[in-house]
């Protein structure tokens, strides 16, 4: 199967920076698309921002200016750039990977661990 996995989380202070990694391994075939979602203590969920497999973006309002997703060139690999960091930023990040696996013949949604992302004040 799939295996999502993220790295780069930690404590910063406000105003800083961090950039998170995520890499899809394993019987892939094809990604469509990744993307990057938070979720904080008690708190739903959220979309941070998503990169399709044409380059198309988005970004919740409540990180444009502030936080670049990107891809490599090998497409299962997927980047967050955080600048600018708030302490409402904090939050545990989770990669997200829209893609097909070998044997399979629809797009399915992947979710890696999480990391922690700490900004204090």
């Known amino acids: 199967q799939v295996q999502v996995v993220e790295s780069g989380g930690g404590l910063v202070q406000a105003g800083g920076s961090l950039r998170l990694s995520c890499a899809a391994s394993?019987?892939?075939?094809?990604?469509?698309?990744m993307g990057w979602y938070r979720q904080a203590p008690g708190k739903q969920r959220e979309l941070v921002a998503t990169?399709?497999?044409?380059?198309?973006?988005n970004y919740a309002d409540s990180v444009k200016g502030r936080f670049t997703v990107s891809r490599a060139n090998a497409k299962n690999t997927v980047y967050l750039q955080m600048n600018s960091l708030k302490p409402e930023d904090t939050a545990v990040y989770y990669c997200n990977v829209r893609g097909i696996a070998d044997g399979s013949y629809s797009y399915n949604n992947y979710w890696g661990q999480g990391t922690q992302v700490t900004v204090s004040s």
């Open positions: 990169i399709t497999g044409g380059g198309s973006t």
């Open positions: 394993g019987n892939i075939f094809s990604v469509n698309a």
